[in-house]
């Protein structure tokens, strides 16, 4: 068994007994705390647009819907959800489209991380 005999504020230098195990760990740590990574104070994001299409008559999620927002594009899922990324902030025409239903378009918000965007969309 080893002893570490270092003055400080943890096991690996108390002069506590050791395994050599320990001591690998404890050459990591240190190694790990003296190093120091600059991080980002706040986090850089792109706005994005995120909402549920549903059937304005029953009220069930309309799969295959595409929405297109901004030149970009996204289509729903069998729970009606999609979602758009990397948009720029500001008010935006969002359209959807479903060959069974009526298109529908409007403006909507954009400038958070995922903003809502919910539709309704009318039956043909």
Same mark, same amino acid.
Do not use: W
């Given at each position: 068994?080893?002893? *570490?005999?270092? #003055?400080?504020?943890?096991?690996?230098?108390?002069?506590?007994? @050791?395994? /050599?195990?320990?001591?690998?760990?404890?050459?990591?740590?240190?190694?790990?705390?003296?190093? /120091?990574?600059?991080?980002?104070?706040?986090?850089?994001?792109?706005?994005?647009?995120?909402?549920? @299409?549903?059937? /304005?008559?029953?009220? $069930?999620?309309?799969?295959?819907?595409?929405?297109?927002?901004?030149?970009? =594009?996204?289509?729903?899922?069998?729970?009606?959800? !999609?979602?758009? #990324?990397?948009?720029?902030?500001?008010? =935006?025409?969002?359209?959807?489209?479903?060959?069974? !239903? $009526?298109?529908?378009? $409007?403006?909507? $918000?954009?400038?958070?991380?995922? /903003?809502? #965007?919910?539709? *309704? *969309?009318?039956?043909?």
């Amino acid at each position: 068994m080893a002893v *570490l005999e270092a #003055g400080g504020g943890n096991a690996c230098d108390r002069g506590i007994p @050791v395994t /050599s195990g320990r001591v690998i760990g404890c050459v990591l740590l240190l190694t790990l705390t003296a190093c /120091s990574v600059d991080m980002p104070t706040t986090m850089d994001f792109q706005p994005g647009l995120m909402g549920v @299409v549903t059937d /304005s008559v029953t009220g $069930r999620p309309v799969e295959g819907a595409i929405v297109r927002v901004q030149n970009k =594009s996204a289509g729903t899922d069998a729970n009606g959800r !999609y979602g758009v #990324g990397n948009l720029e902030a500001g008010t =935006s025409l969002v359209r959807v489209t479903h060959p069974a !239903y $009526r298109d529908a378009e $409007r403006q909507v $918000r954009i400038d958070t991380m995922f /903003s809502p #965007g919910d539709f *309704l *969309l009318e039956p043909r």
